[in-house]
């Protein structure tokens, strides 16, 4: 049985939202981690690294036999019985250095090793080469066919003035089929969410570019020399410095953290995934119910030498692309997905200051949407590294795949099939020890009624119920090897006493 993981700590901790249905574990797609692929490769690599150990602890050993047959014993014994001392050399030279020997098993071995040593590193660099060439000619191919969208919104429009009854028809289609109608379709076909969110960065960038580039020089001054890109970091960094030109997308400062005393209710320390989730509603919670324009930012420090410590940061807040008195907004979105260093990110650092923690101690740092975007651009800040010890970063809903996090954090993301958030960078996470991508797909398990089904997806209440789910397959006859070890991994941080405080990030 995983460390505390009995039925005390997998069982729910808070009611969840009646639309969210009790789903089966089983259903979860779980990549990475121990028994992801990439381990399966490191374990091949270990294996090869021993192989060479014990080719090299051959070729030793047949050396110190080679170097029995110069003992001066047996020149000794040669005059005295010469034809058995020959036959006992030739035997020694033999296992030494025969065609069995132990030098050439073990030169035979030790190039084995190599070679698959060679093979796995091969393999390892021509896939990556591989995915981001490929990724990149389709990020090229997308944009020149994006060029051509200009063109065709001219001729749909000469259409629709040469043939207006035909327009009128087509207009209440349109309207019948209505916003709702892509949406659910959208969401009951994730694979063409996926499709939709993979090209429109790309289409988008072509259409400014014009046709056949007639616009690139105005669009190349607006984005700040980053467009025309393949590089999906600065294009999104030229989207917001095109915005800055209007006014919009500017990360501005002016910011402070200090305790907050408006604190609605309590809640104690995690002790599951579906605990870590349940922070990151209680934290949403507090953003929605302070006085005024504040975020939230929550801190569960927990007993032990040295403490331990669970940071939850909030999802985005203010939807508006122009930057009022909250800096978990749009603004802070596009910023995190261009690779900026963000106001926000400033403020956790605050926050963490405040709260006293020392660079040694153990930090989680745990989000929803937003608030997982940003603990994986922390993660992967060398110098908020260097200041803080951070061991381990859990999302839910959040587009991580291109944050640089190092092998030495554990990674647990969720996401959901027919949630468009986590899909925004157009790339799977990557399958590696220390990150697990857990999967679910909710089209079977939420009630949805009238609303916006593809933002219903991306609520945390949805995610803390998968985040039962994953506790759930830790429970069952056999529970996934990778979700384990990560269990077991972060069990410090979800066992103990401890204690909770919320800090407010307000105008200076």
């Not at 030098?103 to 084995?112: E, K, L, M, T």
């Not at 119920?465 to 994953?470: E, F, I, N, Q």
Request: proline share 6%; net charge negative.
């Amino acid at each position: 049985m995983t460390p505390n993981m009995d039925a005390r700590f997998i069982a729910p901790r808070a009611p969840i939202s009646p639309k969210v249905r009790p789903g089966n574990p089983s259903t979860l797609r779980i990549s990475g981690g121990s028994g992801g692929f990439a381990a399966q490769l490191d374990n091949m690599t270990a294996h090869a690294r021993q192989m060479d150990m014990i080719g090299g602890d051959l070729r030793e050993c047949g050396t110190t036999i080679g170097g029995r047959a110069l003992d001066s014993a047996f020149a000794q014994a040669a005059l005295l019985c010469p034809s058995e001392v020959f036959s006992a050399e030739t035997a020694i030279a033999d296992a030494a250095a025969g065609r069995a020997g132990a030098v050439p098993r073990g030169v035979q071995i030790s190039a084995r090793s190599k070679q698959l040593g060679l093979v796995i590193e091969s393999y390892r660099r021509v896939d990556a080469l591989a995915k981001d060439g490929l990724e990149r000619l389709t990020n090229l191919g997308l944009t020149a066919l994006g060029t051509g969208l200009p063109l065709l919104a001219v001729g749909a429009a000469g259409w629709v003035m040469t043939n207006p009854a035909a327009a009128l028809l087509l207009a209440f289609g349109v309207k019948q089929v209505g916003s709702k109608g892509i949406q659910d379709y959208l969401f009951n076909h994730p694979e063409h969410l996926d499709t939709l969110t993979r090209c429109a960065p790309w289409l988008l960038q072509g259409s400014a570019m014009g046709p056949g580039g007639m616009w690139a020089s105005i669009t190349r001054y607006l984005t700040g020399g980053r467009w025309p890109t393949d590089d999906y970091e600065t294009l999104v960094g030229g989207l917001v410095n095109a915005g800055q030109n209007g006014g919009i997308f500017e990360d501005t400062g002016g910011f402070k953290v200090s305790p907050s005393d408006h604190v609605k209710g309590q809640m104690d320390p995690p002790r599951s995934v579906e605990g870590l989730i349940e922070m990151d509603g209680f934290v949403q919670g507090q953003c929605d119910k302070v006085e005024g324009d504040e975020a939230a930012i929550a801190i569960t420090k927990l007993e032990g030498t040295p403490p331990k410590y669970i940071v939850t940061i909030p999802g985005t807040q203010a939807w508006g692309p122009v930057r009022t008195n909250n800096p978990v907004d749009l603004s802070s979105n596009v910023g995190l997905m261009a690779g900026n260093q963000v106001e926000l990110q400033r403020q956790v650092a605050a926050a963490m200051k405040e709260a006293g923690i020392e660079p040694g101690d153990p930090v989680m740092l745990n989000g929803h949407s937003q608030g997982g975007i940003c603990a994986a651009a922390l993660a992967s800040d060398p110098k908020f590294r260097q200041a803080y010890n951070v061991q381990s970063v859990v999302t839910a809903g959040s587009p991580i795949a291109r944050f640089e996090i190092p092998p030495n954090i554990d990674v647990l993301a969720l996401e959901h099939d027919s949630d468009a958030v986590p899909k925004l960078e157009g790339r799977e996470n990557p399958d590696r020890k220390n990150w697990i991508t857990v999967k679910s797909d909710v089209r079977g398990r939420m009630y949805y009624g009238e609303e916006n089904k593809l933002m219903e997806s991306h609520l945390s209440d949805g995610y803390q119920g998968t985040g039962r789910m994953v506790d759930q397959r830790l429970m069952g006859p056999n529970p996934d090897p990778s979700i384990e070890e990560w269990r077991q991994h972060n069990d410090k941080f979800l066992s103990g006493k401890g204690e909770q405080k919320v800090y407010k990030v307000t105008k200076s």
